[in-house]
Nanobody
Framework: QLQLVESGGGLVQPGGSLRLSCAAS????????IGWFRQAPGKEREGVSC????????NYADSVKGRFTISRDNAKNTVYLQMNSLKPEDTAVYYC???????????????????WGQGTQVTVSS
């Protein structure tokens, strides 16, 4: 059974950092592009970042550029989202998603993924 499990969320003060993990079980991530998404209460889900299966392509939403970094460790079957300089507006449930795009250089921050995790809550508040 293909499963994605996010972890690393929590409560952090503005300006703080968190590292989210997206671990896969039942399949190997090395042929899957990974996207990170978030959904705040009352708002639509939005793409935050993505990394291609090759690892050579990464993209970020303008709102997180320069603060968030996506990376993948295929040996650990895990993708990470390092989040620095967190702001209250980063508060949301964060989800990772996986898709084996035919083009290994492709990643997407739109709803093109078929496999989703259950989400992890990130709260930025003083």
């Amino acid at each position: 059974q293909l499963q994605l499990v996010e972890s690393g969320g929590g409560l952090v003060q503005p300006g703080g950092s968190l590292r989210l993990s997206c671990a896969a079980s039942g399949f190997t991530l090395d042929v899957y592009a990974i996207g990170w998404f978030r959904q705040a209460p009352g708002k639509e889900r939005e793409g935050v970042s993505c990394v291609s299966s090759s690892g050579g392509t990464t993209n970020y939403a303008d709102s997180v550029k320069g603060r968030f970094t996506i990376s993948r460790d295929n040996a650990k079957n895990t993708v990470y989202l390092q989040m620095n300089s967190l702001k209250p507006e980063d508060t949301a449930v964060y989800y990772c998603a996986a898709e084996p795009f035919m083009v290994r250089a492709k990643c997407a921050m739109t709803n093109e993924y078929n496999y989703w995790g259950q989400g992890t809550q990130v709260t930025v508040s003083s």
